[in-house]
């Protein structure tokens, strides 16, 4: 009997110490803080729906590693392949007729001369004055025969200065079809540190190393964007050692566009991009 006792007091005693270590454990762990955490993350993604029109990016966030590489007198020569001939992946537009449909993205070069003519003065700094000519793929699809094909021609004139900056950009853009000639004009001034000028160049080719990323997330009234720019890792096209970017876009309107860039470490410039069914690469 007294055996039995001894054993009901030593578990209660066991039971007593275990319930003590339980809430001493617990006292220990910041619950408080757990939930102000997750309440403060909801609140967040509350305020980035409310704030809409923010626009949450530090573009300067990108800094350039090396000055700009181009030299007096180069020439750079690209030339776009498409890969197969279904109707384009990165065609963004509306159809206006039956087989005809007007792109809202950026048509891509078909062809395309870009040469570093000199130096000139813009706003009293000293810049890189360069000139390109371009054939354009056509604004206008056609993917029916009886519809007449127009050429789009372009030339561009961009002053970008010693830090790489791209600080002006004026383009004429000549649409022929037929007889008929139509020109408009384009002026561009400082372009953001995250844009690209021709699948060419771009500022934030100057600030790629090998873990090199970037990401934005931009609010606006209708919806949210998101850019980013990053590394995917090396390659080597036509001798040249190149880092592997790839730069999305995404939004809800147009879905996501993938632009993939391969930049020359050395010079800094593309020697080929794809975007769709296209691939712009560097001839000479």
Known sequence: MFEEEKS?????CRRKVLKALFIGV???IPIPKLLSQQTEKRQLKKQVKINSGVEPCNEESIVAN???QFKIGQTFK????RTDKKLPEDVVGKQVAPGKIVLTSEPIPIEQTIKIEGYEEYKDEKCFLIKREAILENPVLQFASEIPEKTVEEKTTTYIN???KILYSESKTILKEGQSTSVSTNKVHSLPFSADIYYFYGYWMLALSQDFSWECLQNTPKEQILRSIKVKGNERINGKNCYVVEKLFRAESTGSEIITFWIDLKNRVAIQVKKGNSIIKLIF
Do not use: C, N, R, V
Not at 8 to 12: A, D, H, M, R, V
């Open 8 to 12: 009901e007091e030593t578990k209660f």
């Open 26 to 28: 617990l006292s220990l």
């Open 66 to 68: 090396i000055q700009p």
């Open 78 to 81: 690209y030339k776009a392949i």
């Open 162 to 164: 010693e830090a790489g």
